[in-house]
């Protein structure tokens, strides 16, 4: 197997779970609930454009007085349904990391196997050519003598 199609195979098997991860990922960072709190934004935590979450602690700290319950309830919510996200990425039959360590296993063993199999073949090329080289070694040594006897 060529080096740029296992790469290609690499890349496809990284792009399906890292797709995956970030789809987990940004329904995490956009959650809403039906509580009293739509969505961590309501609490002070923001996605902003770079990816990453900022939180302003004087926002949850405002909402905490004005609510404490339902802080709670939200982030037990928000708790639970990021517990089953990540639960679905590392399912053992279904999940995009049980599959793309499985998709990588799979292409390991498929190298290994064309690795053995390129080295048998060396090996017995190498066979052939030591048996040639005896041969003609053989060969030479017979036209010696009979030159020597001329």
């Given at each position: 197997?060529?080096?740029?199609?296992?790469a290609r195979a690499v890349v496809a098997v990284?792009?399906?779970?890292?797709?995956e991860l970030s789809r987990a990922l940004s329904g995490l960072a956009t959650y809403s609930?039906?509580?009293?709190?739509?969505?961590?934004r309501d609490l002070g935590v923001e996605l902003q454009k770079d990816g990453t979450l900022a939180q302003n602690q004087f926002q949850l700290i405002a909402a905490d007085l004005?609510?404490?319950?339902?802080?709670?309830?939200?982030f037990e919510d928000f708790a639970d349904t990021?517990?089953?996200?990540?639960?679905?990425?590392e399912d053992s039959e279904t999940g995009a990391l049980q599959t793309a360590a499985a998709d990588f296993q799979a292409q390991i063993?498929?190298?290994?196997?064309k690795i053995a199999?390129?080295?048998?073949?060396?090996d017995e090329l190498e066979e052939r050519l030591t048996q040639q080289m005896s041969a003609a070694d053989a060969l030479l040594a017979t036209m010696e003598q009979q030159y020597s006897y001329m």
């Open positions: 197997m060529p080096a740029s199609v296992v990284t792009e399906d779970a890292v797709a609930s039906g509580g009293a709190f739509a969505g961590l004005r609510n404490s319950a339902g802080v709670t309830s939200f990021a517990g089953k996200a990540l639960d679905a990425l063993q498929s190298l290994t196997d199999d390129k080295q048998s073949q060396i």
